[in-house]
């Protein structure tokens, strides 16, 4: 539906914004001048100590210096609601008392037929619930206390029963005036092909009405409480009112919780969500059992950017999670992806709760995975490398699924990522078939026998001051291949002064410039021993283990350089971070040109000679003040990103290298 503007300005004149916004945030005392209409606060989009969130009530607009987030009435309810924008215009000329516009005639008897059949599914819950109450809902009652649900969360969510007879619900919505039709369509009675009269779709079941958004009651699921009875869980049938591939249990409700937390749940089944809602999961989902499509991908998006899928731990439920990242995959985007919980084996989210209670489950919650590693692992587990045929097949199937994905930027970011993977798992798995015929340096081994991992060479390093600032460039490559992707010509052009880090560099290069046409065999077959180790120090998933590589000497881990890394700290101050490493090094090359083009003065000076040096002089002055001043103010970024985060130790400044900067001191 179109809203004119006057009417969206009437609503705007009507309802002050600081009034709306300040139900979300606490307003700062000291920057706030309410005369002015000239509001303060921390911003209720991101993370942030000092405020940067400005209201003005004179334009009715905000926005936040920090991470850019603007907009009026309408953006705000949206954003922080998850409202569509026709959703928020009612809420908010309601609040307003702004009568809105009629709909068009066609319109209008669309929107009373299902304003009608959600009256109609109103009277099946009050006659649901009236029967749990009452003489015939004794079997139901003793199943819900045996669920341990209290009598809030039964009232909460409207708890009912249907009584096992063929037509108890339809008698009483024909004395409610209610016709046969209508029965049908709302889904409640089923109709025979062969003319026999109708009859209650729902019998002998624990009822849970289904709730839209705006918490009408548009369908329901039914629990059988015959231990015998097929089929366990029974939902409405698609319905004008509901549509299983749309439509998110609780939603109505975990909506506002899911935006203070900055997090959401999904869980497979309604009576898990209910589970964990009763717990304190206040920001819970469910998808009413169904596979997950695209659009309640794009739904959950607007509870939280990364939703953690958290489905049941035995085989129907990592299925279901597998069959989601099929779903998800085209429509990942910028900024927006999913998490996954793999529950100990046999456990749902119920019965986590009541095994280990809501400090338990959040436990679980924390550890979720990326949908990249999840992605990795299902993969991987059925994966055999034991030829070049089997090595292409995996590598094929991981193209076809990172092919799916329809964002460029971040189609482009899986294949770098798995690329580097797929070298690395490749390489180990070479190396353990060499050891097993005695190649690296190994004796052979028995069949059966556990294949090692092999040790890295020990390579000393040598005594270079660019040494550590280019290990690091490498590092950061492969930790984060958009930084190669984004500065790709800065790198393939910067001089390395040692030629392990120069070849690892070209041979990334080259990757990068071939993505779609590089097969991973070829580029593993093109590392030697010291550049794979450099690979491996930077990949996580790497099989040697992490004591191996810190006992390396030379190859020390990414991480013990970079120690900032353990605090996650903002891709953009990475990016910063990274940028100014490759500054240092262009610096360095300056200065060694200059030192050469010094000595030619000694021998050899004329007038072109010297202008060039006096050029040169002034450029490197220029380029060491900016590089002098980048790194103040990295390093203070560093100790701020340091202090905030929980894994800060207080240590003295020191900006002196590099790599003193690299950990945030």
């Known amino acids: 539906m179109r809203f004119d503007n006057r009417l969206l300005d009437e609503i705007r004149a009507r309802l002050t914004l600081s009034d709306l916004v300040g139900r979300k945030v606490t307003w700062d005392r000291r920057k706030t001048q309410p005369g002015k209409g000239d509001y303060w606060a921390c911003c209720p989009f991101h993370q942030e100590k000092s405020p940067s969130f400005h209201v003005d009530d004179r334009r009715n607009r905000y926005k936040c210096f ?19 924008f026709p959703e928020a215009v009612e809420r908010l000329a309601e609040q307003a008392g702004v009568p809105l516009p009629a709909p068009d005639p066609q319109a209008a008897r669309r ?46 969510f409207r708890f009912g029963f249907a009584p096992e007879s063929r037509d108890a619900l339809k008698k009483y919505l024909a004395e409610k005036g209610v016709s046969e039709g209508a029965m049908i369509e709302a889904g409640l009675v089923i109709k025979p092909e062969d003319g026999r009269p109708c009859y209650d779709r729902f019998r002998g079941r624990l009822m849970i009405p ?20 097929q089929p366990k869980y029974l939902n409405s049938p698609e319905t004008p009112l509901f549509h299983k591939g749309v439509m998110l249990f609780n939603a109505h409700r975990a909506r506002e919780p899911a935006f203070k937390s900055g997090q959401a749940v999904v869980v497979e089944g309604y009576l898990d969500a209910i589970a964990l809602w009763q717990a304190g999961v206040h920001h819970v989902v469910a998808t009413l059992g169904t596979a997950f499509t695209e659009e309640q991908v794009m739904r959950l998006w607007k509870f939280a950017n990364e939703p953690v899928v958290c489905f049941d731990g035995d085989v129907a439920g990592v299925s279901a999670a597998h069959r989601a990242i099929d779903r998800i995959f085209p429509v990942l985007k910028s900024g927006f992806s999913f998490q996954f919980c793999f529950l100990p084996d046999g456990m749902d989210p119920d019965d986590l709760i009541k095994q280990k209670g809501l400090e338990g489950f959040e436990g679980e919650i924390a ?3 990326a949908l990249s590693e999840v992605v990795w692992d299902r993969e991987i587990s059925v994966a055999r490398l034991d030829t070049p045929e089997r090595k292409a097949a995996l590598e094929k199937r991981f193209e076809d699924l990172i092919g799916t994905i329809r964002d460029e930027r971040v189609r482009r970011r899986y294949q770098l990522d798995l690329k580097f993977k797929l070298s690395n798992l490749f390489f180990q798995q070479a190396r353990r078939g060499g050891q097993q015929k005695g190649e690296y340096g190994g004796k052979g081994r028995e069949q059966g026998d556990a294949l090692p991992i092999g040790r890295p060479a020990r390579i000393s390093a040598p005594d270079s001051p660019m040494y550590g600032t280019e290990r690091l460039i490498c590092g950061l490559c492969v930790r984060y291949p958009l930084l190669l992707d984004r500065h790709l010509e800065r790198i393939s052009s910067a001089l390395f002064s040692e030629q392990l880090h120069g070849r690892f560099r070209d041979a990334l290069c080259r990757l990068v410039d071939n993505l779609d046409e590089t097969p991973v065999s070829e580029l593993v077959r093109s590392f030697d021993e010291p550049l794979h180790q450099l690979l491996s120090e930077v990949i996580e998933e790497t099989a040697m283990p992490r004591e191996t590589r810190q006992k390396a000497g030379s190859f020390s881990a990414l991480i013990q350089r970079f120690p900032l890394l353990k605090t996650d700290p903002p891709e953009d101050f990475i990016e910063a971070v990274f940028i100014h490493f490759l500054d240092v090094l262009e610096l360095r090359a300056l200065e060694a040109e200059l030192e050469t083009e010094m000595q030619a003065v000694e021998t050899d000076l004329d007038e072109e000679t010297w202008m060039r040096v006096q050029a040169m002089t002034r450029d490197l002055s220029r380029r060491r003040e900016e590089c002098a001043r980048d790194e103040a103010d990295l390093a203070e970024r560093a100790k701020k990103i340091k202090v905030t985060s929980p894994l800060a130790v207080a240590q003295k400044p020191d900006l002196s290298t590099p790599e003193a900067l690299a950990a945030g001191q």
Do not use: W
């Open 367 to 369: 550890s979720a995975q």
């Open 111 to 156: 929107e009373q037929k299902r304003a009608s059949l959600a009256d109609v599914c109103e009277m099946a819950a009050r006659f649901f619930q009236g029967e749990y109450a009452g003489p015939r809902g004794v079997q139901a009652r003793a199943y819900t206390q045996k669920r341990g649900l209290s009598a809030e969360t039964l009232a909460e």
């Open 66 to 84: 920090g991470c850019g987030a603007s907009g009026d009435h309408f953006r705000f309810v949206t954003e922080t609601e998850g409202l569509s």
């Open 210 to 229: 289904i709730q839209d958004e705006r918490g009408r009651v548009v369908a329901f699921g039914g629990r059988t409480l015959n231990p015998e009875g």
